[in-house]
């Protein structure tokens, strides 16, 4: 089952725009975390932010976290089309004995140079 | 790079046979990760391992099993395989067993055919 939901699916902008995602997830959380996939690689974690923060800042990558909504934003200032990739959310769902990392359907995003 | 190490990155099978797709985590790490991901499924998380013990199981079929090794790399068998199984699989490595930061392998591309 899905805990996150990145929206927009698909976004297009121009180099040196920003990119906003947005996630939102169903239940309570520990953390979330975005993470960045290139076309056929695997997925790199860029960002946790856990469930006391608000914002948190990485680069040119600022995340927020509003709980009382439960959704996150991803926010990437002055982009390049080396951005260009899809770009996840993940919350931990208890599963077993564990928390596992469950994923959103991604959004694509291309940066024209 | 992650540290995690796939192999074999693609393959190409008939329907019916059987593969083993193997991972080693990031040194030091005790807990694996399968994820498998498909279009039409999305990023779908199959088993975790910790410390050579299953942990907590996912949508993972019957015909699939996975184990983790002494030496802590592991194995993901699929068996009778159908068109339905060509995905991209996903090994993944954390150090404790639960609900933080995972690192991915850049996966193994399977195709069947």
């Known amino acids: 089952s899905q805990q996150g939901e990145e929206d927009p699916q698909a976004l297009s902008i121009q180099e040196g725009e920003n990119a906003t995602m947005n996630c939102s997830y169903k239940?309570?959380?520990?953390?979330l975390q975005w993470y960045r996939q290139n076309s056929g690689r695997g997925l790199v974690h860029l960002i946790l932010?856990?469930?006391?923060?608000r914002e948190k800042h990485s680069g040119r990558l600022r995340v927020t976290l509003d709980t009382s909504k439960k959704s996150s934003s991803l926010l990437i200032t002055a982009s390049r089309a080396a951005d260009t990739a899809s770009y996840f959310c993940?919350?931990?769902?208890?599963?077993?004995?564990?928390?596992?990392?469950?994923f959103g359907r991604g959004t694509s995003l291309i940066v024209h140079p | 790079d992650s540290g995690v190490t796939q192999t074999p990155k693609h393959l190409i099978t008939a329907t019916g046979q059987r593969v083993t797709l193997r991972c080693s985590p990031r040194?030091?790490?005790?807990?694996v990760y399968w994820y498998q991901q498909s279009l039409d499924q999305g990023l779908q998380f199959l088993i975790q391992?910790?410390?050579?013990?299953?942990?907590a199981k996912g949508n993972i079929l019957e015909r699939f099993s996975a184990q983790q090794f002494p030496d802590l790399h592991s194995e993901l068998n699929l068996s009778s395989l159908e068109l339905g199984d060509s995905a991209l699989y996903f090994c993944a490595s954390s150090p404790r067993d639960s609900g933080n930061t995972i690192y991915f392998g850049e996966g193994s591309w399977l195709t069947v055919v």
């Open positions: 993940a919350t931990a769902l208890p599963t077993g004995g564990s928390y596992i990392p469950t």
């Open positions: 040194s030091g790490d005790l807990s």
């Open positions: 391992y910790y410390n050579g013990e299953e942990r």
């Open positions: 932010i856990r469930s006391n923060e």
């Open positions: 239940t309570s959380i520990n953390n």
